[in-house]
């Protein structure tokens, strides 16, 4: 709506809108805005690098990286910050959903009217449910009345409002939503991207296995608005489980248009983008500013544009190489590109140690670690005209380099030779070591630290108009920043056969798991190494599965495929795993050369498992000071 207002004077001269209102919800170009203002919607969220520090930081996959402000530090827990209603990044969610919301009741009450057809209702509803899924995991209960009644479209500025039960908003509103979009969405999308049967089957599935966890609580952790945890329906966390078994392997065997990739690659590779395993994504254009919403040239990092990637990329730029073999004129050799190993560096967001060490400890058999980082960093000083005339660099002992070339590499593990480490930066500048004669830098896993690690290759830059140069590694990312994936099922219904669901035969958890486990295991290009592969583990990877599945190896391998999307705060959450996954990490120092491992500890207290309300919103509300302590979570001042 606000791209077709900003692109035509004729209609704002003739209809001055400047908002969705209830006369142009009336009609079916209204109801179709809308709809398309909800898909809209997702990319003020996902690709926002705000909104993935809100999910990602402070667990076991991301700390706050050496260049790292108030925004992460605070969401780090580590006493580098403290999170407050007007520091947590969760403002990202509140600020963003409730306006969808309205605008999918909008859509909801008047599409019959103007004879539109239950498929696009049901769109309206599964963002609806949608939203306040993603509300509910974050803050608690959230208020289902926006001002003209529960569930209804608001047309008024209402400062007043009144919290339901975390019961309230999945009985009344989430299960409902999506159980309606399950039975009139169709099972092919309607367009490219949008929502369809399995995507609401996935989306019911996880509701009902993050209600029957609430249900359950087996850590006592505390719940507000304050109230029992029982369910109003009468059903206990068991039958909640065994609902999303049976939905999500509904899905997984009547999957429509959608199926899992042949190997990790696919999955993430830029060139695949918007595959067949996708469900649901952040759409972005290279085609145009105007429709991508951002800047190709030059963001600033704001949202709808894409830049997520930039908090989890250190300053890579800033390693050496030498114009003679005396290793005395230094020259960049590898400079910031639009491309997907590289990107735009703000060094915001680092992975802990164990990261390497444990989450992704297999790295012979299992293709999952080279598929979601970028460890090795190659030459491309070619690309620069200023300094294109070298044909050769020297590097490491001194030997010589040339463009593609492996100017740095991050280790997989530790050599048998200790590496050997300068004092500061060092001849490569950021602290990287030598080992024997080998032409690359080099970092060991237990040397990573907050001001060099492995980049998050699968979320990374990608352009098809860099030619041979370069290209604008500055401006926004025009990939699709990805947010369900039929992948998903597959570990959501082995969660809930862990958690007691009675299972179908072929379908056990260990069965589930191995599937994905198995396509890892399959290699047809070792990215890192930037050479085609053809190797099959699949084996090895399922017969290395344990013949008996708990929860935590399934947080393991929820790591391990969806690494650094902006799941894990969720997961740890729902599962209440937060302190025992991430209450201690291991990583180095802030500044180049520091490759002294140390423990690092986070306090996280039982009401930081909800995130606290936005200042902002408290600020806006007319009420007492007494009403808005309590529409705050507990602990949070």
């Not at 959903?97 to 009450?109: K, R, V």
């Not at 609806?128 to 995991?137: E, G, N, T």
Request: negative net charge.
């Amino acid at each position: 709506m606000l791209l077709f207002l900003m692109g035509c004077s004729d209609v704002l001269d003739e209809t001055q809108r400047s908002s969705f209102t209830p006369e142009y919800f009336q009609t079916e170009s209204g109801v179709m805005g809308g709809l398309t203002a909800l898909y809209q919607h997702l990319r003020y969220m996902y690709g926002s690098g705000y909104f993935l520090n809100a999910y990602e930081t402070g667990t076991d996959e991301y700390t706050y990286g050496w260049s790292a402000d108030h925004n992460c530090k605070d969401m780090d827990l580590s006493g580098a910050g403290s999170l407050t209603p007007s520091s947590s990044r969760s403002d990202v969610t509140w600020n963003n959903t409730f306006g969808a919301i309205n605008t999918a009741s909008g859509i909801i009450e008047n599409a019959t009217a103007v004879g539109i057809d239950e498929a696009l209702i049901a769109e309206a509803k599964f963002f609806r449910a949608f939203d306040y899924f993603l509300l509910v995991q974050t803050f608690g209960g959230v208020p289902l009345d926006l001002g003209a009644g529960e569930l209804a479209f608001n047309t008024s500025t209402v400062r007043t409002s009144t919290r339901n039960t975390v019961p309230e908003v999945y009985t009344t509103c989430i299960f409902d939503d999506l159980t309606y979009a399950i039975e009139n969405l169709p099972e092919n999308s309607r367009e490219t991207g949008t929502a369809t049967k399995t995507l609401a089957r996935l989306y019911l599935a996880k509701a009902y296995l993050t209600y029957g966890w609430w249900l359950e609580n087996p850590n006592d952790i505390d719940t507000y608005p304050e109230c029992d945890r029982t369910d109003p329906d009468g059903h206990d966390a068991n039958w909640y489980f065994q609902q999303a078994y049976d939905v999500a392997t509904t899905a997984i065997d009547n999957p429509g248009p959608f199926s899992l990739q042949e190997t990790s690659y696919d999955v993430n590779v830029a060139t695949n983008d918007r595959h067949s395993e996708m469900l649901l994504y952040a759409d972005h254009t290279e085609g145009s500013e105007y429709y991508d919403g951002s800047s190709h040239t030059y963001n600033t990092g704001s949202s709808p544009g894409n830049f997520a990637a930039w908090f989890v990329t250190w300053n890579y730029t800033q390693i050496y190489s030498y114009a003679e073999s005396s290793l005395t004129t230094s020259v960049s050799s590898v400079q910031r590109e639009a491309a997907q190993d590289y990107g735009r560096p703000w060094s915001s967001m680092a992975p802990p140690i164990g990261v390497i060490e444990k989450t992704f400890a297999d790295k012979t058999y299992d293709s999952r670690y080279d598929a979601t980082f970028t460890t090795t960093f190659r030459a491309n000083w070619n690309k620069n005209s200023n300094i294109s005339s070298y044909s050769v660099l020297y590097n490491a002992n001194g030997l010589p380099v040339y463009p593609g070339d492996v100017i740095l590499r991050i280790l997989d593990e530790e050599p048998a030779t200790e590496i050997t480490y300068p004092s500061g930066g060092g001849k490569s500048n950021v602290g990287a070591g030598v080992l024997p004669d080998r032409a690359e830098w080099v970092i060991s896993p237990k040397g990573v630290s907050r001001y060099n690690w492995p980049l998050l290759w699968k979320i990374g830059t990608y352009r098809t108009d860099n030619g041979d140069g370069l290209g604008s590694p500055n401006g926004g990312i025009t990939r699709p920043f990805p947010i369900a994936k039929f992948s998903e099922l597959y570990l959501a219904a082995a969660e809930a056969a862990v958690k007691g669901a009675t299972t179908t035969a072929g379908k056990s958890a260990r069965e589930l798991v191995n599937v994905l486990r198995a396509r890892a295991g399959k290699w047809t290009y070792n990215h890192n190494e930037a050479t085609a592969a053809d190797l099959d583990y699949s084996t090895e990877m399922t017969d290395a599965t344990p013949a008996t599945i708990d929860i935590d190896y399934i947080l393991a391998e929820r790591s391990r495929e969806f690494f650094g999307e902006g799941y894990r705060w969720l997961d740890l959450v729902r599962t209440q795993k937060w302190n025992e996954y991430a209450d201690e990490f291991e990583t180095c120092g802030t500044t180049a050369g520091d490759h002294i491992r140390a423990t690092y500890t986070r306090t996280i207290e039982k009401y930081n498992y909800l995130r606290p309300i936005p200042s902002g919103q408290l600020d806006a509300l007319e009420m007492t000071d007494a009403e808005k302590e309590a529409y705050q979570n507990p602990g949070y001042e």
